[in-house]
């Protein structure tokens, strides 16, 4: 056990740090503490341009490993880019998606022909990626995802037809992974099949949903006859759900790590408004804001601790791992609290009309959020006990 | 950066676990907790000729192993997984630190020599202050007096809460000079417990697995020799070695915690109701899970702040993140002890109040050490104090 950086990580810190200061000038300066959560959709032709300027430095991937274009980085050396990207204001990510899950899974099952054909315009920061998991029928229940695929040998297609929900940045992105039925007769986690699907043709469509934010981050997406390359299925026909749950390892592991690390800036902006309002002299706010502080700093550790022996593997988390995204998923939601409850009467005030939310506010809503994605947080504690401490499975009701 | 035990301290843990769930037993937790002294003084014995723990980290020239802080709450960690009721704690987490940070070389060798061979001490510092506002523990309750008297000092007052005192062979006491108040005026004494003038009396505690005593100083002479550093400027060193002591007492705290949730999952996986094992039912399931969430998150925190405990001992430069680490750590790990044994309680149903299983043992132990030290509460309002009250706040 040692605390100190090593002196490589050190000059790696001063780095990032070098090059954040010289680049996120210019035209990206108004991009500055843009585009966390409940702020996603704003500037996105901006921030994908940012994203190309991060790829000539070499900052897209870094946690990929060196042979894939990634910078091989440890985990130290992540949570220092994300600290260093996070304290210089740098915008959200828009290509998270693709390289924090799709890249990583690509990596791990994917053969030659995937990790040549996707991964470049990932590293590039070119191409965008989005999910598509959930659907009316499977969100917890994943495994009872309806869409199906076909394979057509005539035309040497893989056909997909079905609707996805809750798809994120779905019209933004170029490229969907797609859980979808390869055995039409199957049921729950046999016969399905992991596909890389173009968003771009005309047999996907996307409409947007509506959030309580007012925004639309997230949408439906309806597959009808959508088409894929014979080759563009991760893993064989049938055997998807273990890539399915690959992915969701390093969702629900080091792929937060840099929004995280935004963390400390929105602790940053409560704290500097309770002492200027006031707040700060309330005693059970005083409580609250220290409680935060010290489960900020431990979720750092919790980091360097539990996510060490993930990278470069199949995004499997060991076992004091599982209860890394409940952890900083409850966290963010009463970070929400606090700062309206910081913020006092005030809080209801929006920045503009018709429905323009203050940055906090849209923290507040949008962290409402974590509990749900990746996993809800009662999945995540039905994994912890079932997977971490050897507990019975939910029984399943027997099929209607 | 690494939070891993190297295979060396693996291989402490792994050692001092095997050795505990031998030797403290059920039986022999309630043995010793109904002994005159609240420990059984063989197993101490043992503890200190033939595994060496208090020695581990004393610097080796005073006949000390020369390990660190990290290697410490390693062995913290299982005394607390299993209870053990011994004076470790008072002994080697409070008075050896005192020791290390204020004593001269001549103090050190020959006390650390005397505890490397299993003799024992405690550390001495709070008045009646100590329980106002529910709970005290910054300098203002240091209210013995120590009375300037020639070449040396008249101990003159009572302490409260003391910890292992009336067992203890030598008492670290912490006084104050007259007429001060605040940080200032605070002075460290070495005084054995045969002084004339001392009185000790065993309080009667609801948490039985670790004594606490009210110690009274009537006209206590005490030589100039045994003034640890300089008269008056004791607080700097008495805060550290409380900061240490709460590091410590964390890393016990992760132990008991781990315990209340290996029993309840075992226990749970064992009773039936409705034709089922209970640990099938989903509301029994997300208890644990909070359970193990609590643990692991409350041993980042002690793991961490071993490492800094390390700094401060040996001056690094991390060494001033001390007091915020040690409240980060106490303020998680007693919340998390408290948590799980209040869940395995409830979790084991009516076994779970009977005086035969050990579970009211644990719960009993995690209330009494939520509040020594420091509770939960009193170790936020330091951090927001930290972090609110000064114009640069410790961010990042
Ligand atoms: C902002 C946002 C972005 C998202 N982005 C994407 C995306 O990009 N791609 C994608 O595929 N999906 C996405 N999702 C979907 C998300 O993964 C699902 O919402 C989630 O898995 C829950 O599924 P559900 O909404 O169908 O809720 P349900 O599964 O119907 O759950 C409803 C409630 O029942 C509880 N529940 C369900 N099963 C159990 C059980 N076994 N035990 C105990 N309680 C249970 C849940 O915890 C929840 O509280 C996103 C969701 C949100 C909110």
Known sequence: ?400 | MDFAFSDEQEMIREAAAAFLSETSTSDAIRRAMLSEPGYDRDLWRRIATELCWPAVHIDEHCGGMGLGYVELVALQEQMGRYLLCSPFFSTVCMAVNALLLAGNRQQQAQYLNGVVQGQTMTLAFGGTAAARRGGQWGPEIVELIAQPDGDGYRLTGTQHYVVDGASAETLIVAARLPNTAGEKGISIFLVPANTAGLTRETLATMDQTRRQARVHYDNVQVAAENLLGTAGEGWSALRTTLDLAAIALAAEQVGGAQQMLGMTVAYTLEREQFNRPIASFQAVKHRAADMMTRLEVARSGVYYAACIAQEALAAGPLAGELSEAASIAKSTASEAFLLNSADALQLHGGVGFTWEYDVHLYFKRAKAGEHLLGSPVWHRERLANLLLDHEQAATS
């Not at chain 1, 190309?52 to 440890?74: H, I, M, N």
């Not at chain 1, 600290?83 to 994917?110: K, S």
């Not at chain 1, 006092?344 to 749900?372: N, W």
């Open chain 1, 1 to 400: 056990m040692r605390l100190e950086f090593s002196e490589a990580d050190e000059r790696f810190r001063k780095e990032i740090a070098g090059w954040l200061e010289n680049n996120l000038t210019g035209e990206f300066e108004q991009l500055k503490f843009r585009g966390g959560p409940g702020d996603e959709h704003m500037f996105p032709a901006e921030r994908q341009a940012w994203e190309q300027k991060l790829a000539e430095g070499g900052w897209t991937c870094v946690g990929w490993p060196e042979v894939y274009g990634g910078r091989g980085c440890t985990i130290e050396q992540q949570v220092i880019f994300f600290e260093e990207y996070a304290r210089a204001g740098a915008p959200g990510r828009v290509g998270h998606i693709g390289e924090g899950l799709a890249g990583p899974t690509i990596i791990a099952f994917g053969n030659d022909y995937h990790q040549q054909k996707y991964l470049p315009g990932i590293l590039a920061g070119t191409e965008l990626w989005c999910q598509g998991y959930s659907e009316p029928g499977a969100g917890s229940d994943l495994a009872n995802v309806k869409t199906k695929a076909r394979f057509d040998a005539s035309a040497g297609k893989w056909l997909l037809n079905g609707q996805k929900v809750w798809t994120s940045l779905a019209h933004e992105a170029d490229f969907c992974f797609v859980i979808a039925r390869t055995d039409p007769d199957s049921v729950g986690h046999n016969g399905l099949g992991f596909f890389l699907v173009a968003m771009d043709q005309p047999g996907v469509d996307v409409r947007p949903i509506q959030q309580l934010t007012g925004t639309s981050e997230f949408n439906e997406v309806f597959f009808d006859d959508a088409q894929c390359d014979a080759q563009d299925i991760v893993g064989e026909p049938g055997q998807g759900w273990a890539v399915a749950m690959g992915l969701l390892g390093f969702e629900r592991g080091v792929s937060t790590l840099g929004q995280q690390m935004q963390f400390q800036n929105e602790l940053n902006d409560i704290v500097a408004l309770a002492k200027e309002n006031g707040a700060a002299e309330d005693p059970v706010i005083r409580q609250r804001i220290a409680c935060a502080h010290a489960d900020l700093k431990i979720m750092r550790y919790n980091a360097m601790r539990m996510l060490s022996g993930q990278d470069g593997s199949d995004g499997s988390l060991q076992k004091e791992a599982l209860i890394y995204k409940l952890f900083w998923s409850n966290w963010h939601r009463d970070l929400g609290e606090l700062a309206m409850d910081v913020m006092g009467p005030a809080h209801q005030v929006l920045a503009g009309k018709p429905y323009e939310l203050t940055r906090l506010q849209s923290l507040f809503l949008f962290v409402r959020a974590d509990t749900i994605y990746g996993g809800t947080n009662e999945i995540q504690r039905n994994i912890i006990a079932e997977r971490g401490l050897g507990m019975p499975k939910e029984p399943r009701w027997p099929a209607k």
